[in-house]
């Protein structure tokens, strides 16, 4: 079935042309939709009545309903747990910052990646967002908390690098002028390191900002916590993140989380030096959010501090992830877990 989020405004128009409705409703329909935030034919006054009712059977208007919030101490960030039509979940947050909202979207309902630190991995893959699910996450925070988007973030839950080509038709849908028309450059897609999709989207042609999750300084820390580590090797992930550098002009993060006594220790701290001192990628360490179940726990204050200078000292630009919504279980899969058991 043809969903109204998951199509470019050329496409509407194919659909309404063979429907017998004219052309030109493409342009007062996404206006509707992408400008007005109305998401209901009825309230769509400008189209001829008939052809209201044409649209309501051919093209349902599906806002995911919230099925549990919550919003972090400092009000800063808000993560609303949304059910999908055909009953699952998916979690999106906010995150409000100086810069303007930025929201973290999930690609997948489950994922099939397994890292140990994670919740969303839990109970399993369950599937693939469509192009639509993920607009519509982007719809429901503007329904329910705010219209005003300043930046996104496929960092929620699922790996969207192997849900590849919605995810790549959902962002190229979102630049678009008639649409949300964020820039390349306000997109940001997260990857545990699937090496070849990361070649594949190095020749895409888009700016988009990539993160990778390295979590390790060596193939034998991260096999320990990512088990996709034994399919693609440490060095051909780094290999693959700076060829995406030389290919786009995009900076590349390496998204690095502190977890106590696994890849803190100063040998690790020295390794990474030794990869990334003065080179043109971002290291962002991130304090883990306690994972009790599999015993993965976050350093102190002060060991996170000691490891983020002697980085800095070695030349390595690197930066200490401000915490956000870590009281309101926004990790990546947490909200979810909790509801399901
Ligand atoms: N699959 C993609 C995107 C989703 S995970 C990826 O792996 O990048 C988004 C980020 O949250 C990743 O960097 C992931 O490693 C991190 N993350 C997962 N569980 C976490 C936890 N318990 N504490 C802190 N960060 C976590």
């Given at each position: ?19 017998g ?13 992408y400008?007005e935030n ?10 001829p009545?008939k052809?209201?009712e ?9 806002i ?6 919550q919003?972090s101490?400092?009000?800063?960030t ?5 059910r999908?039509?055909d009953?699952?979940?998916?979690e999106?947050?906010?995150m ?25 991995a839990?109970?399993?893959f ?16 503007r329904?329910?908390v ?19 080509d ?7 849908l979102?630049?678009e ?22 070649y594949?989207l ?13 979590h ?6 991260r ?11 440490f ?6 993140a ?12 390496f ?5 106590k ?10 390794q990474?030096a030794?990869?990334?001192?003065h ?17 993965l726990?976050?350093p ?11 980085l ?10 401000r ?9 990546c ?9």
């Open positions: 079935m043809n969903d109204i989020f998951s199509i470019t405004k050329g496409q509407l128009q194919d659909i309404l042309v063979e429907a409705i004219k052309k030109f409703r493409a342009d007062q329909i996404f206006h509707y939709i400008k109305i998401w209901s034919w009825n309230e769509m006054v400008l189209l009545k052809d209201r044409i649209l309501k059977g051919l093209l349902p208007i599906y995911p309903e919230v099925a549990d919030r919003v101490e400092d009000k800063e808000v993560k609303l747990l949304l999908l039509q009953g699952q979940t998916v999106t947050v906010l409000k910052h100086d810069y303007g909202n930025s929201v973290c979207l999930s690609s997948q309902v489950g994922c099939a990646v397994n890292c140990a630190f994670c919740a969303s839990k109970n399993g369950v599937r693939n967002l469509t192009i639509g699910e993920m607009t519509a996450q982007l719809m429901a925070f329904k329910y705010t219209s005003e988007l300043h930046s996104v973030v496929l960092m929620g839950t699922g790996e969207p690098l192997l849900n590849y919605n995810v790549l038709a959902f962002i190229r979102i630049h002028k008639d649409t949300l028309y964020l820039g390349y450059r306000n997109i940001t897609l997260s990857t545990s390191g699937i090496v070849p999709a990361v594949r190095a020749e895409e042609g888009i700016p988009l900002n990539l993160a990778v999750s390295l390790a300084p060596n193939d034998r820390i096999k320990k916590i990512m088990p996709i580590a034994e399919r693609f090797d060095d051909s992930v780094v290999q693959a700076q060829t995406y550098f030389e290919k786009t002009g995009r900076k590349v993060t998204e690095y989380i502190l977890i006594d696994v890849n803190i220790s100063d040998a690790c701290a020295s990474l030794q990869l990334f001192s080179k043109n990628v971002l290291l962002n360490l991130i304090p883990i959010n306690d994972n009790y179940d599999v015993g726990y976050r102190s204050a002060t060991e996170s501090e000691r490891f983020l200078t002697y800095k000292r070695k030349g390595v630009n690197a930066t200490l992830r915490e956000m919504g870590s009281n309101i279980q926004a990790a899969g947490q909200l979810r877990i909790k509801r399901n058991s």
